[in-house]
């Protein structure tokens, strides 16, 4: 499902609302999925008595796949060249997620044209959570 160049417009942007109210549940599901059981994720009285935060959060990792998420749904994970993000806020439970993708430029290198890619998630406060930077391999 790889894009082409005619199907893809600098400026173009995708939004997509993440999680709606996140539950706990789920971050400790991810917990078990990532093998990631730091107790600032999962345990409310460590996070809380022994590291001073107002309680559990979610992983950075879940956010920043919840917002791969919205990239790859467009333009494919087999055309995914890069995937990076710097993780901005903690994520708590109860947050509502939405993520932006906007194409940044599309440019013709030696493998082909490749398009990078801004992405931004924010909370229901119009914080941001995470941003990052991506770039994706396009078809002819």
Request: glycine share 10%.
């Amino acid at each position: 499902m790889s894009l082409s160049t005619d199907e893809i417009k600098v400026g173009e942007t995708r939004e997509s609302v993440l999680v709606e109210d996140l539950k706990r549940t789920r971050i400790v599901q991810y917990a078990g999925a990532s093998g990631d059981y730091n107790p600032l994720h999962t345990d409310e009285r460590f996070a809380v008595e022994a590291a001073g935060y107002p309680g559990v959060f979610a992983h950075g990792m879940l956010t920043m796949g919840m917002t791969g998420r919205v990239l790859t749904d467009w333009v494919g994970t087999e055309a995914l060249l890069r995937y990076g993000v710097r993780f901005k806020a903690q994520v708590w439970p109860g947050d509502t997620l939405t993520a932006t993708v906007t194409v940044e430029s599309v440019e013709d290198t030696d493998a082909g044209p490749v398009a990078r890619f801004s992405l931004r998630t924010v909370n229901q406060d119009g914080i941001e959570v995470v941003t990052g930077t991506a770039t994706a391999r396009l078809e002819p």
